[in-house]
């Protein structure tokens, strides 16, 4: 887990995916490939074409060249290893092209008061396609404290294990890692699996499993995790049982509220 890509863009997210994108090569002694999207006018909201869309492309790429050279500067100074892309399109599938050779994405939950970008749906389809892990910050986030505590939300499922393999090299950092289960019946590996996995990788996790059939699972997972001052949520795209979901449902709702950083796989 040594490539880590960070969309570059000038909105209210971008100084979060910054600062954490910075720490997460840091702490992984690892190379950041800042992927700048200038959006299409269509994707910035122009219905016209023509001359309206000329002139707005140029407006983007002008505020992008303004925002390239500022965090250049700030890219610089933090003293990685890193490299530049530029591209022009939908925002989703500009990374998705750049994520080939990504083991981690840096991308933001739902931003809180700007309906554009529309991150939350950025970052599902993103989680989709490219099939690697996706660290989706809140916009407040100053920095990601990768030897804090960890806090697996564990529901059985192949997409949590995946993510939790690929994952080994930042969970390793941490300083406690919990594997936190809301049984539902649904679940083909057993978090006891999980923590026996992580024990061959020299992570010692222990393991909680709750049984609530009233409250939404990811109320208990960000409850859990606030309670044990977790840093960051490592997670799996939840697709089973009473937690069914299309990108909605509990993968949906942490997208949209969750206040702790999202480690998140599909």
Same mark, same amino acid.
């Given at each position: 887990?040594?490539?880590?890509?960070?969309?570059?863009?000038?909105?209210?997210?971008?100084?979060?995916?910054?600062?954490?994108?910075?720490?997460?090569? @840091?702490? +992984?002694?690892?190379?950041?490939?800042? *992927?700048?999207?200038? %959006?299409?006018? #269509?994707?910035?909201? $122009? !219905?016209? /074409?023509?001359?309206?869309?000329?002139?707005?492309?140029?407006?983007?790429?002008?505020?992008?060249?303004?925002?390239?050279?500022?965090?250049?500067?700030?890219?610089?100074?933090?003293?990685?290893?890193?490299?530049?892309?530029?591209?022009?399109?939908?925002?989703?599938?500009?990374?998705?092209?750049?994520?080939?050779?990504?083991?981690?994405?840096?991308?933001?939950?739902?931003?809180?008061?700007?309906?554009?970008?529309?991150?939350?749906?950025?970052?599902? @389809?993103? +989680?989709?396609?490219?099939?690697?892990? *996706?660290?989706?910050? %809140?916009?407040? #986030?100053?920095?990601? $404290? !990768?030897? /804090?505590?960890?806090?697996?939300?564990?529901?059985?499922?192949?997409?949590?294990?995946?993510?939790?393999?690929?994952?080994?090299?930042?969970?390793?950092?941490?300083?406690?890692?919990?594997?936190?289960?809301?049984?539902?019946?649904?679940?083909?590996?057993?978090?006891?699996?999980?923590?026996?996995?992580?024990?061959?990788?020299?992570?010692?996790?222990?393991?909680?499993?709750?049984?609530?059939?009233?409250?939404?699972?990811?109320?208990?997972?960000?409850?859990?995790?606030?309670?044990?001052?977790?840093?960051? *949520?490592?997670?799996?795209?939840?697709?089973?049982?009473?937690?069914?979901?299309?990108?909605?449902?509990?993968?949906?709702?942490?997208?949209?509220?969750?206040?702790?950083?999202?480690?998140?796989?599909?």
């Amino acid at each position: 887990m040594k490539n880590i890509l960070l969309l570059v863009h000038d909105d209210d997210g971008q100084f979060a995916r910054l600062h954490t994108a910075i720490d997460l090569t @840091r702490a +992984l002694d690892g190379h950041l490939i800042c *992927i700048d999207v200038t %959006p299409s006018p #269509v994707y910035a909201g $122009n !219905a016209y /074409g023509g001359l309206g869309a000329s002139v707005l492309l140029n407006d983007e790429r002008e505020n992008e060249a303004r925002n390239k050279a500022r965090m250049k500067e700030r890219v610089a100074s933090a003293n990685i290893s890193w490299s530049w892309e530029d591209a022009t399109g939908d925002f989703a599938q500009c990374v998705i092209d750049a994520s080939n050779l990504a083991d981690l994405i840096v991308l933001n939950r739902a931003l809180d008061d700007y309906p554009l970008p529309d991150m939350r749906t950025i970052t599902s @389809r993103v +989680l989709m396609h490219a099939r690697k892990p *996706i660290v989706a910050v %809140p916009e407040e #986030v100053e920095s990601f $404290n !990768a030897k /804090g505590r960890a806090i697996i939300a564990w529901d059985g499922q192949e997409s949590v294990a995946a993510t939790m393999r690929a994952c080994v090299p930042l969970l390793q950092l941490a300083s406690d890692v919990e594997i936190f289960m809301v049984r539902d019946g649904a679940a083909k590996i057993e978090p006891e699996e999980a923590a026996a996995y992580l024990a061959r990788h020299g992570i010692h996790a222990n393991v909680k499993i709750v049984e609530d059939g009233v409250h939404h699972a990811d109320v208990l997972i960000e409850n859990a995790a606030r309670h044990w001052r977790a840093e960051y *949520i490592l997670m799996g795209a939840y697709s089973h049982g009473r937690l069914m979901e299309a990108f909605g449902g509990v993968t949906k709702r942490m997208l949209s509220n969750c206040k702790l950083p999202l480690v998140i796989g599909h």
